[in-house]
């Protein structure tokens, strides 16, 4: 989870333009963080990062099938946000090296997990079998912005395969989060109407 706090780290330096909080404060406890994780990374047998173990929250109400794959896609969007987040606060810091190391490793965590129609799976083997209330396949959608509607066909594709996935299934194991962390992500990929309807659904 650390990477997810440390996103809020990248998101006050971007929205504020701090200077000072970034070099004292986001910039070294965001680094701490990679470097830590970035030491449990190890190459697999085709020379991409993964970590030792790997789940998504809350799937499969935490027994022993909530161990997927390394990387899952909610690792692998916390991981790319963080080396990326990483690599532009450290060239704002004036730290080219450590930017381009960052960078580097963001790149060697490989492609995501998606099925034959496109939609994100749980992880290389798994796809999201059923309805549940944490939206942890799509954090690299929002709140992590690294699928982007402006980011040409794929993503797109990406974006309406996994979206259509989760109307599929439906609400029926959502809670109040659920419905306004979907709307804001519907919101995000250019859906005003489905983010409408999610608060709507919530009041």
Partial sequence: ??????????????????????????????RELGICLKGL???????????????????HDNRLSAWLKPNSNYDLACLKMLFQSLGEMATACGKRSEAQDWLATARALGDWHVNADGALKLDA????????????????????????????ARARQIIRASLEQWDKFGTKQWCGYSFTWMSALRARTGD?????????IFV
């Fill in 192 to 200: 005003g109407e489905a983010s409408l309807r999610n608060l709507d």
């Fill in 41 to 59: 990374l190890k190459p697999d047998e085709k020379g991409v990062l993964v970590l030792p173990l790997s789940s998504s929250p809350e799937i």
């Fill in 1 to 30: 989870m650390g990477p997810w706090i440390a996103h809020l780290f990248y998101l006050h330096w971007r929205y504020t333009g701090d200077e000072k909080f970034l070099k004292t404060r986001a910039y070294p406890w965001c």
């Fill in 125 to 152: 083997n798994e796809d999201l079998a059923e309805s549940h209330r944490h939206l942890s396949n799509l954090m690299g959608l929002y709140p992590f912005d690294l699928i982007t509607v402006e980011d040409g």
